[in-house]
């Protein structure tokens, strides 16, 4: 199985992309505001998903293991394939699908296109507790962790830093990321930790 493609792209068509790896073009589907980003010659690295049916091999392309995470955690979702997923990861990033599910706000998933009112609910409400928890700051926390991972943001990243302390406080990542995606869309971008910490605290003992 593919799980990482290093190259330079050879050609850009409307929803897939040819990456050149030593000679041979492997054809990539990704997402419109992946493919807004690519232009003939970029040298590119992509993480991806494997598709494999009797008839045809796919490649799934993404930006960063998160943004895969995604992927395949909207698939676990009924009335969501391949093609939804990929659109709604072209439509929202991963930091912003993260703030939407946390916050409920099914409206943001529901401008993705084959995505109607009913089908935004249901992924809204079904994977803040299925999908991984996967913070305001675009990190991957696995479920039940003590702690941010290996590979966190480095200090000065508040949003991350504030997820952490919650976190250690003995509130669980869901509810960490949750509190702390309420408290950036009111405080704005520019809080610090301290700020976001408080906000978030008062978010919980609702």
Same mark, same amino acid.
């Given at each position: 199985?593919?799980?990482?493609?290093?190259?330079?792209?050879?050609?850009?068509?409307?929803?897939?992309?040819?990456?050149?790896?030593?000679?041979?073009?492997?054809?990539?589907?990704?997402?419109?505001?992946?493919?807004?980003?690519?232009?003939?010659?970029?040298?590119?690295?992509?993480?991806?998903?494997?598709?494999?049916?009797?008839? /045809?091999?796919?490649?799934?392309?993404?930006?960063?293991?998160?943004?895969?995470?995604?992927?395949?955690?909207?698939?676990?979702?009924?009335?969501?394939?391949?093609?939804?997923?990929?659109?709604?990861?072209?439509?929202?990033?991963?930091?912003?699908?993260?703030?939407?599910? /946390?916050?409920?706000?099914?409206? *943001?998933?529901?401008?993705?296109?084959?995505?109607?009112?009913?089908?935004?609910?249901?992924?809204?409400?079904?994977?803040?507790?299925?999908?991984?928890?996967?913070?305001?700051?675009?990190?991957?926390?696995?479920?039940?962790?003590?702690?941010?991972?290996?590979?966190?943001?480095?200090?000065?990243?508040?949003?991350?830093? #504030?997820?952490?302390?919650?976190?250690?406080?003995?509130?669980?990542? #869901?509810? #960490?990321?949750?509190?702390?995606? #309420? *408290?950036?869309?009111?405080?704005?971008?520019?809080?610090?930790?301290?700020?976001?910490?408080?906000?978030?605290?008062?978010?919980?003992?609702?």
């Amino acid at each position: 199985m593919i799980g990482k493609l290093t190259g330079k792209v050879d050609a850009v068509g409307e929803s897939h992309a040819i990456i050149d790896v030593h000679g041979v073009g492997y054809e990539v589907q990704l997402s419109a505001r992946t493919l807004r980003n690519l232009k003939p010659g970029d040298e590119v690295s992509l993480t991806i998903d494997t598709h494999v049916r009797e008839d /045809a091999i796919r490649l799934f392309g993404f930006q960063s293991e998160v943004e895969r995470s995604w992927f395949r955690s909207l698939q676990t979702i009924q009335g969501v394939g391949s093609k939804v997923a990929l659109s709604i990861l072209g439509t929202l990033a991963p930091q912003d699908l993260a703030n939407a599910i /946390a916050l409920q706000d099914w409206g *943001a998933v529901e401008q993705a296109q084959g995505v109607g009112k009913k089908l935004a609910q249901r992924i809204t409400a079904e994977l803040k507790d299925k999908a991984p928890a996967l913070s305001v700051a675009g990190l991957h926390v696995p479920s039940g962790a003590g702690g941010l991972p290996s590979g966190a943001p480095p200090a000065g990243n508040a949003a991350a830093e #504030a997820i952490s302390a919650l976190i250690n406080l003995g509130y669980n990542p #869901a509810q #960490a990321s949750a509190a702390i995606a #309420a *408290a950036a869309k009111e405080l704005g971008s520019d809080a610090d930790t301290a700020r976001l910490i408080r906000r978030g605290l008062k978010e919980l003992a609702r």
